[in-house]
């Protein structure tokens, strides 16, 4: 497995220990139908889908902004500012920042 399967893994392990922890139940009983079960489910598909919607929309904000910043960046470029020079922090390809 990949380390981001690992990863996962561990969080599943986890949340099964902080359910039993916190209801005193694992996803092995027995107390619930099956259409209890499918209401559980459709009730944590419906909260995935308002944090995924919640993150769109934070995406769509930093993209914006990370747009403003690259115009800003050409601007200061275009008109012969150097960066390093004046002291900015520099990011790097790999997702570092460079400050000197």
């Known amino acids: 497995m990949s380390k981001i399967e690992d990863e996962v893994c561990e969080e ?5 220990e ?3 922890n ?3 139940v694992s996803m092995e009983r027995e107390d619930l139908t099956i259409v209890e079960w499918l209401q559980h489910a459709l ?4 909260d995935l889908a308002v944090y995924l919607k919640r993150l769109q929309h ?8 990370n ?3 690259e115009e800003v960046v050409a601007l200061l470029q275009e008109s012969g ?9 520099i990011w790097n390809e790999d997702g570092t920042i460079t400050r000197d």
């Open 12 to 16: 599943i392990q986890a949340r099964a």
């Open 18 to 20: 902080r359910g039993l």
């Open 22 to 24: 916190k209801y005193g």
């Open 43 to 46: 009730e944590e598909s419906l």
């Open 58 to 65: 934070e995406i769509a904000f930093l993209q914006k902004r």
């Open 67 to 69: 747009e403003w910043l």
């Open 81 to 89: 500012v150097d960066l390093s020079e004046e002291g900015f922090p």
